[in-house]
């Protein structure tokens, strides 16, 4: 599967722009702030039916206008062409379509065009809280499990419910037993199911990761990502009825698997307290294709690769070693974006794939030879 063509209409800081892809790897060029993550954000857009970077839709048309629209075709075994667009028009509801069919739930859509996208903010998964981390589980595994997501959203209402008891009970100083225990099953029936999906994951994604951390460091450094839940420790029933108590003190839910984390190391220490910028992009990056390589695997095609502005603060062997990696047969198409021509220049020269590079000046594109 590729992107063969892409089309934008009033998206962001572009009026009009049209781009036909290499079905390998694509380079875009140009200063900051000129639009080439708008680019991939469209791409982004045409997989998970909304931006990557801005949730509020009507925010994305350009200026003063009226609407935007995405529209993109997409090859699918080499043959098989599908039309996929988006239209926003200003203060009405979101259009997606297939083919010119429209989507009931846009929910529907996703996991047809599998993307994984490497951006600076993924650091955040390294500096941000255990929530990050948690959302980079789900949001692997929604993908390709749609009970999974059912029972993650069900979770996360039986938590409030049995959270919005506890804080009533606190309130009018008083306590039901029976009521609180209906949420606690719940709870506790939905969170052992994700428990038990999230604690497969990561020993299969865990392998992964080790592998493209060491092709991406070089064999380098000894690293590991561990999976960290209450639930590793005991029983949830009987953990949770031992929190009882001091639930009713913070009229929170204090266990479960809202409190799971995933751990990062590197040479047995914190790798946010003792890795180096470079170290922290690299387990990053590897993170990353860890999951497009298990996407692979799950839905039996290529993912699409979107990587914007990662090779800052890398170093130039680290650099080579991701581009050798993704211009190999084992990954699919690939979008770029660098502000540094001549490095670009220096990648191409390097690589045995069929490339394009695309110029971005502001609101224009233009494909350039190099």
């Known amino acids: 599967m590729y992107l063969e063509k892409l089309t934008l209409t009033n998206f962001k800081n572009y009026f009009s722009a049209n781009m036909l892809f290499s079905e390998k790897i694509n380079f875009f060029s140009g200063d900051n702030g000129v ?53 926003q028009k200003r203060n009405l509801r979101k ?46 595994i929604s993908q390709f499990d749609k009970n999974y997501l059912d029972n993650l959203l069900n979770y996360t209402k039986a938590v409030a419910q049995r959270n919005a008891l506890l804080k009533s009970f606190a309130l009018t100083r008083t306590f039901n037993k029976h009521t609180l225990e ?10 052992n199911m994700l428990y038990q999906v999230r604690r497969h994951f990561i020993e299969d994604f865990t392998i992964l990761f080790n592998e493209f951390y060491a092709q991406v460091s070089d064999k380098k450094e000894d690293v590991s990502l561990i999976y960290d839940s209450q639930l590793n420790h005991g029983d949830f029933e009987k953990l949770l009825h031992d929190s009882l108590d001091k639930d009713k003190i913070t009229q929170y839910t204090n266990v479960g698997v809202h409190k799971d984390d995933i751990v990062f190391n590197i040479k047995n220490l914190p790798l946010k307290k003792f890795g180096s910028q470079g170290q922290q992009k690299s387990y990053v990056i590897a993170i990353k294709l860890a999951q497009f390589e298990y996407i692979k695997r799950i839905k039996g095609y290529k ?68």
């Open 35 to 87: 639009g080439k993550t708008n680019i991939l954000d469209a791409i982004y857009y045409l997989a998970f039916t909304k931006s990557a970077l801005n949730p509020q839709d009507n925010l994305n048309i350009n200026h003063n206008e009226e609407f935007f629209l995405i529209k993109g075709d997409f090859i699918f075994n080499n043959e098989r062409k599908e039309s996929v667009s988006c239209l």
């Open 303 to 370: 993912p699409i690769l979107l990587f914007d502005d990662i090779f800052d603060k890398l170093d130039n062997n680290r650099v080579e070693q991701i581009i050798k990696m993704v211009s190999e047969n084992n990954f699919g198409q690939v979008f770029i974006t660098d502000t540094q021509p001549e490095r670009i220049k220096h990648v191409v020269k390097e690589i045995n794939a069929g490339y394009k590079v695309f110029g971005i000046t502001d609101g224009e594109v233009n494909e350039i030879v190099i």
């Open 95 to 140: 259009e997606f379509k297939r083919n010119k069919n429209e989507y009931d739930r846009l929910s529907e859509h996703i996991g047809m065009i599998p993307l994984v996208m490497v951006s600076p903010y993924d650091t955040n998964l390294v500096h941000f809280g255990s929530d990050e981390r948690r959302k980079f589980i789900d949001g692997v």
């Open 182 to 191: 209906v949420w606690s099953e719940k709870v506790i029936a939905l969170g």
